[in-house]
Nanobody, 122 residues
Framework: QVQLVESGGGLVQAGGSLRLSCAAS????????VGWFRQAPGKEHEFVCF???????TSADSVKGRFTISRDNAKNTVYLQMNSLKAEDTAVYYC????????????????WGQGTQVTVSS
């Protein structure tokens, strides 16, 4: 079992930055891919980015150039650095883990965190 806990969300003005953390316990994330998804009110889960166990990453077009995913296996934590935030980035952000390779589809992940709210004021 892998337990995931997100943190770092909050209220920020448009153009600002936040760094989200996804801390894992129970097992090492070393062999897991970790994805970030977000869900705005009344909408489906939206893919944001993922990082594979090897360190390769992929991001949605909507966040490319603004969001960066990274991992620190020694700390068993994955980070999402979010810069140049926009009002449309407002959502609950979730991290999720699955073995080895990432996926664009949230249903393909085995473990989920509880989410952290990000609110961007315009």
């Amino acid at each position: 079992q892998v337990q995931l806990v997100e943190s770092g969300g909050g209220l920020v003005q448009a153009g600002g930055s936040l760094r989200l953390s996804c801390a894992a316990s129970g097992r090492s994330l070393y062999t897991y891919a970790v994805g970030w998804f977000r869900q705005a009110p009344g909408k489906e889960h939206e893919f944001v980015c993922f990082i594979s166990a090897s360190g390769d990453s992929t991001s949605a077009d909507s966040v490319k150039g603004r969001f960066t995913i990274s991992r620190d296996n020694a700390k068993n934590t994955v980070y999402l650095q979010m810069n140049s935030l926009k009002a449309e980035d407002t959502a609950v952000y979730y991290c999720a883990a699955r073995p080895i390779s990432g996926s664009f589809h949230y249903t393909n992940y085995n473990y989920w965190g509880q989410g952290t709210q990000v609110t961007v004021s315009s």
